[in-house]
């Protein structure tokens, strides 16, 4: 099963009693704040985890089907590492 932003910020809505625009809203804000924060360091939201900017290197890839080789330029990547509490959670 998978969540869109929309069944998160539906199933906020549910739990706090605020409309699902309100709660969009928040949710929003909350991926902005995340992103634009991570440029200048990482974002730990306790009993979460820690949202992280990473590099990846220029590298080359391959087309299963084809086999031909490209280039996949370098690239920003926002890293979640999850908190222990989530790790005991889900294991």
Do not use: C, W
């Not at 809505?13 to 200048?40: G, N, P, W």
């Amino acid at each position: 099963m998978s969540f869109n932003k929309s069944d998160i910020s539906l199933n906020i809505a549910k739990k706090t009693s605020i409309s699902h625009f309100k709660s969009k809203q928040l949710l929003d804000k909350f991926f902005q704040v995340v992103v634009f924060e991570s440029y200048k360091k990482k974002v730990k939201v306790n009993g979460f985890g820690t949202f992280k900017r990473e590099n990846t290197p220029e590298r080359v890839g391959r087309n299963p089907r084809t086999k031909e080789e490209y280039i996949i330029p370098k690239m920003n990547k926002l890293r979640l590492i999850a908190s222990n509490i989530i790790k005991l959670k889900i294991n």
